[in-house]
């Protein structure tokens, strides 16, 4: 697994380079900003949280004077929260229109990062196992369980990993729509890879004089 100089141009989109002679680019994709919001920046519980907040005081403020004043407290706590919402969404929809996922015939290449760019590639033979997680709207994460030493920061790949797994961070396809399309692309993909015969090269072999 590696990552790419920050400030390098891309010779392709969401590629540092053009694939090497016989690898394939099989999908490209990128969350669903919705739905990354939803998942990763947990829009629904803010807006939850808002909600009781706004019911909160515009219901002790109508104990006391009623419609009026329910209204006058309630209000601005209610715009409040929709900015509050709003910004929330950007911050998703900014990492969404940043992000590039792309599955080619040997590896997953993660281009992430709205602020500072950066991209990681992983080879087959460094997954050890994918999880994917489906959302009844079609969108879903694909979880990738990497293999050997390679440590990646939680706080580099955020929010494209797999929550809940703290110990050990788990690059993932974040929000994707058609998730289980591309799940099994993946997993065709890698199986294709995995059981290619590697074919290595011996040195020649001095000739034996026949007596």
Same mark, same amino acid.
């Given at each position: 697994m590696s990552d790419h100089d920050d400030f390098a141009f891309d010779a392709l989109p969401g590629l540092p380079e053009r694939p090497p002679q016989g690898e394939l680019i099989l999908w490209q994709g990128r969350p669903d900003a919705w739905a990354l919001a939803r998942d990763a920046f947990k829009l629904r519980w803010f807006a939850s949280y808002f909600a009781i907040i706004v019911l909160w005081r515009a219901g002790s403020a &109508? /104990?006391? %004077? $009623?419609?009026?004043?329910?209204?006058?407290? %309630?209000? !601005? +706590?209610?715009?409040l929260g929709l900015l509050g919402l709003a910004v929330?969404? %950007?911050?998703?929809? /900014?990492? /969404? =229109?940043?992000? *590039? +996922?792309?599955? *080619? *015939?040997? =590896?997953?290449? @993660? =281009?992430? $990062?709205? /602020? @500072? !760019?950066? *991209? &990681?590639?992983? !080879? &087959?033979?460094?997954?050890g196992t994918a999880a994917l997680d489906l959302r009844r709207d079609g969108t879903g994460t694909i979880a990738l369980d990497t293999t050997g030493e390679t440590r990646i920061s939680t706080v580099a790949l955020w929010p494209h990993l797999r929550p809940g797994h703290w110990s050990r961070t788990q690059p993932a396809l974040r929000a994707i729509p058609d998730a289980a399309r591309t799940a099994r692309m993946l997993a065709d993909a890698a199986e294709a890879r995995l059981t290619q015969p590697a074919v290595t090269r011996t040195p020649d072999l001095h000739p034996v004089a026949a007596e």
């Open positions: &109508f /104990a006391d %004077g $009623g419609l009026s004043l329910a209204l006058a407290m %309630g209000l !601005p +706590y209610l715009v929330i969404f %950007g911050l998703a929809w /900014a990492q /969404a =229109r940043a992000t *590039t +996922y792309t599955l *080619t *015939t040997a =590896r997953v290449v @993660l =281009r992430i $990062g709205a /602020a @500072l !760019p950066v *991209t &990681f590639n992983i !080879p &087959f033979a460094q997954v």
